[in-house]
């Protein structure tokens, strides 16, 4: 068997979908338009390269994201729920940046070919493209250790994308959804924390298929001054606001917001760790001026996302943590990749 | 040392350049000017995506290529030739659409930090970016088996992009550069072919440090009907423009151009073999009709380019192999991944 014929073949089965077909039963669908789910997809997968047709004024925000077998996730985890979180983790950057998923570029390293494997990834892959309408424009699938790269494509209308810098002093610090389930459930996954049994699924549900905040990301074009998204920890994660800005903050450790599968698993300063520290969240943190909070939260809510603020931005430089407004220590670090290294 | 802060001292290092700050000293460069060399990125590396801003009235050329240790490169190459060649089998792509490339987002994993592999990857990495003036915008560096997945995008004018459908019965095939080269000097390193030993630092030098022809698949845009790049040898790659558009061709094997390199190392039929099937040319193959011919063939010569007519179109829809007009067979195959798989 022709061994490049086995890569196309991969790819038609598992990648390449065949759109409107149903719709149109009896025309033929050309390899050039089966790809069109989006009309601003003009070649899709299939040829040397996609052509895509981006709106007039728009920006493009373009972010990549590479998840390895061993680092990123294990035997424990779903197949589908890693096709799922590739697509989640680089969506959750384009929200932060306010933009509107569109075109995304997928590169597989594989060691073998394992077709039930390939079955649930796909499967939890395109639903969650389908879910926020985006679409598979091309990508690579290559012999290797088994790596994933995901690079995601949005809309933004130009001059009105976030930044991490714009941040100022008197700016309220929000966070999206709740934080600290993901980090949890891995913990107890590790046998590190114990976890009430009714729990778990709850938790786990975060972990392994987190929420990308599009909607959210959208609606805080106008509103916010700064914003990134957590996937290392909110310690970590607003840092990258405070030197991009160049201000500093005051979180306010008790009021930041969790679930009741979290509350019910954990409290006070024991949580706060998986909160601030733990990472996987895929929460949006933004700051915005405190005459738009009220503005701000009831949009929110109309969306359906729940938004809580958590701290200030200040001119001190520093990020300073306090509960009931007295000063805490933290004496714990980002999550990062080359620990020791 | 936290291990998040060597990942961005990593890309900082390595992967993020200050530009302007040598034109125009003094001035405060802040973090999001640092990657404006091309002036339609409006956000580059160091937020949660990039944001470029595309010409009015053009498509985006998307591709994505991985290339992985072990497989796609091994001890033998140059590091820096790893660097160039992930550049230039992407920009291949993107001249085989007629784009002019622009922004690159690349994913690293790494097994650990070995800084002298960083120096010679990335010095190879930008000396082929500069050349061809396109711009980092972003990517991820993670722990895990030495993989490197780049996506490329380039500009091209909407409805003007090339594509492998649209040849027609008639038209002639050509073409750019010679071929075999690159496929001649893998066989000769793995010992499956002597070649003089004068010869063999051009043939590696077409293997390690491969030229996308950028201008000439711009060149292409209002005269080929259907192009593609020659990455897995023209016995296969041609066969996708056939399928494609429909058609059959016929090649003739004694047209097939080469270098004086290649004609002094082998020749006839065994040549054949490295020239149709044994890829990593990175050539372009196109066809346009007879009318334009002579008017291509100067075009490509000002520019610098060799073109050469190495067959026809014809409406048979099979591909057929000619010496001197006489049939021949042939007994091998396109290169893949999955061989055995």
């Known amino acids: ?7 196309f073949s991969l790819i038609a089965k598992y990648f390449q979908r065949s759109h409107g077909a149903g719709d149109d039963a009896g025309s033929a669908v050309s390899a050039s338009s089966q790809n069109r789910s989006r009309r601003d997809i003009a ?24 998840m390895v077998s061993g680092v990123h996730f ?35 390293a594989f060691p073998s070919i394992d077709e039930n494997w390939l079955t649930a990834f796909s499967r939890g892959f395109f639903a969650a493209l389908d879910y926020y309408h985006c679409e598979l424009i091309g990508g690579d699938i290559t012999k290797g250790p088994l790596t994933l790269t995901l690079t995601a494509q949005g809309i933004v209308p130009a001059e009105r994308y976030l930044k991490r810098e714009g941040a100022q002093p008197g700016d309220r ?11 949890l459930a891995l913990a107890a996954q590790q046998g590190k924390v114990s976890v009430p049994p009714e729990h778990m699924a709850a938790l786990e549900k975060r972990l392994f298929y987190p929420t990308p905040r599009v909607a959210l990301g959208q609606l805080l074009r106008n509103q916010a001054t700064s914003a990134i998204d957590l996937s ?11 030197v991009a800005s160049g201000v500093g903050a005051r979180i306010q450790l008790d ?20 909160q601030i520290a733990g990472g996987d969240d895929y929460e949006l943190c933004f700051t915005i001026p405190e005459s738009r909070c009220g503005n701000l939260e009831t949009l929110a809510l109309q969306a359906g996302v729940k938004v809580t ?33």
């Open 1 to 7: 068997m022709n061994i490049r014929t086995d890569e």
């Open 43 to 66: 070649v899709g997968i299939g040829d040397d390269a996609a052509i895509v047709i981006p709106p007039t004024g728009c920006g493009i925000a373009v972010t990549t994201d590479t």
């Open 74 to 108: 294990d035997e424990k985890v779903p197949v589908d729920a890693i096709g799922h979180k590739l697509v989640a983790v680089n969506l959750s950057d384009l929200a932060a940046m306010g933009a509107e998923p569109a075109w995304l570029s997928l590169s597989c």
């Open 173 to 183: 610090i929000y966070v999206s959804g709740t934080l600290g389930d993901a980090a």
């Open 232 to 242: 290392d920890g909110l310690l970590g994660d607003i840092q990258h606001i405070l």
């Open 255 to 274: 009021t930041l917001p969790f679930s009741q599968a979290f509350a019910e698993s954990i409290s006070g300063p024991d949580g706060w760790r998986y």
């Open 309 to 341: 603020c958590v701290g200030i931005i200040d001119g001190s430089r520093e990020l300073r943590f306090f509960e009931k407004n007295q000063a805490c220590d933290i004496d714990f670090h980002a999550y990062s990749h080359f620990q020791g290294a």
